[in-house]
Each structure stands twice: as C-alpha cells, then as structure tokens.
C-alpha cells in the first residue's frame, strides 16, 4: 500500500502562484510513477502532470503547459506541483495519483493510489 497526502492549496488571485506538494509513504514509493489530476465542480476529472519515478520524463497537460511544473525529490518521497499564472479555470480539487506500473499514463485508471485532494481556488 501506498499513502498519499497532499498539502499547498488555497485560494488565489488570477496571476498568483501555488505550489502543491504530495508526500507519500508505503511501499517503495520512490519507484512509482507520480502525478496529478484535477476535478472541477460539474467536470469529468483530468490529467495535469506526470513524472516517471527517476524524474527523467514528465508529460504536461497542454492548458496547463508552460504555466505548471512538475517535480519530484525520492529522498523526501514528494512531488510537486508549481502552479504559475494561475488562470480561475484552474479550479478544481487536485489529486496526487501512483502507480508502480504506470509509467507515463494520463489515464486516470492507471493509477491504483490517489489522495484525498486539495482544494485550489483562483479568484478572478
């Protein structure tokens, strides 16, 4: 088993930045695949961001590219998401997903472990 637990939303003004942080704990968490999705109220959950487990590869959703970032440090076993720009259509619940097998998926069903999410509020 996998625990996840997200921490860094909030309310924002549209421009601001936010910077969400996934901490895992279980097993060898440091191997999987991590990543985020987002669920707006009224709207079928999305992929955002992946990183494969050495950081070597990441996929950005295209309207969130050049804006998000997303990271990861092992030794600390959490990922991260920078958020710039933050646009008010970036509302949503953000989720933190893992996967051992997941590679670099943007299929929510590959991920077998999610966290309890994070609200993230953009203010026009």
């Known amino acids: 088993q996998v625990q996840l637990v997200e921490s860094g939303g909030g309310l924002v003004q549209a421009g601001g930045s936010l910077r969400l942080s996934c901490a895992a704990s279980?097993?060898?968490?440091?191997?999987?695949?991590m990543g985020w999705f987002r669920q707006a109220p009224g709207k079928e959950r999305e992929f955002v961001a992946t990183?494969?487990?050495?950081?070597?590869?990441?996929t950005i959703n295209n309207s969130v590219k050049g804006r998000f970032t997303i990271s990861r440090d092992n030794a600390k076993n959490t990922v991260y998401l920078q958020m710039n720009s933050l646009k008010p259509e970036d509302t949503a619940v953000y989720y933190c997903?893992?996967?051992?097998?997941?590679?670099?998926?943007?299929?929510?069903?590959?991920?077998?472990?999610w966290g309890q999410g994070t609200q993230v509020t953009v203010s026009s």
């Open positions: 990183i494969t487990w050495n950081g070597r590869r990441t």
């Open positions: 997903v893992a996967d051992q097998w997941a590679t670099t998926s943007i299929e929510s069903r590959s991920y077998a472990y």
């Open positions: 279980g097993r060898t968490s440091s191997t999987y695949t």
